[in-house]
């Protein structure tokens, strides 16, 4: 009996901290100082930044890329997805200018972040972004870290990158955390456009754009 009425209790405390991350950000602030959080893990202090703030800009790219025109996409609160469910999201995609038609191929590239409310989920969403991207399909079967690319981030929590190519074109995605926030960079490009060493200089980009708004 005593066992069942402990059980109760976590399901319905697991269901009030539920409602608290739906409800606001303040609700939320209040939930974790209330009661007993289930995830182990600390939660993130509240930061007086924007997710936007984050993104990269078309300073780090080669001389010819531009940022989309309409600017960030997502800059606010992220739409429920199972328990991936982010607090805040954005993206921002780039591309050349250039004629696709003399090299065959459309290229492009992105960077993406979400915050999340717990170091936890970061960590877990950080894992799953890491598999998902470097997920084989009919065209790119096979992910490795290029030879020429030497670039380590010593300043995100977790980081990852690999490439794969078919001809010329290279595919290339990398995964970084940084306390609780996850950022994704995706680009498709062919020597015309971006070089392996173009692509460190947008890694080291990332770092320094994040580690600026997030070290105290």
Excluded at 8 to 14: K, T
Excluded at 33 to 61: G, Y
Excluded at 65 to 83: C, K, Q, Y
Excluded at 167 to 189: D, G, H, L, P, W
Aim: with cysteine; charged share 25%.
């Amino acid at each position: 009996m005593i066992r069942n009425k402990k059980m109760v209790s976590i399901v319905l405390l697991m269901i009030v901290c539920g409602l608290c991350v739906f409800v606001s950000k303040s609700t939320w602030a209040r939930c974790v100082k209330h009661f007993p959080r289930v995830d182990s893990n600390p939660c993130p202090p509240e930061r007086n930044i924007k997710v936007k703030d984050l993104l990269i800009d078309e300073s780090a790219f080669p001389a010819g890329w531009r940022a989309n025109a309409l600017g960030p996409a997502g800059t606010g609160p992220a739409p429920m997805i199972g328990l991936r469910r982010a607090r805040e999201e954005t993206s921002l995609g780039f591309s050349p200018i250039t004629d696709t038609s003399k090299i065959g191929t459309t290229t492009g590239a992105g960077q993406f972040i979400d915050r999340y409310y717990t170091f936890g989920q970061a960590i877990s969403n950080y894992r799953l972004e890491k598999e998902a991207a470097i997920r084989p399909t009919l065209v790119f079967t096979f992910w490795e870290v290029p030879e020429n690319i030497h670039y380590k981030s010593k300043l995100a929590d977790e980081f990852y990158f690999a490439c794969t190519k078919k001809e010329r074109i290279s595919k290339c995605t990398a995964v970084a955390r940084y306390n609780e926030y996850v950022t994704k960079f995706n680009v498709t490009m062919t020597p015309e456009v971006m070089s392996y060493k173009d692509l460190e200089k947008v890694f080291k980009a990332i770092d320094e754009r994040m580690v600026k708004y997030l070290v105290d």
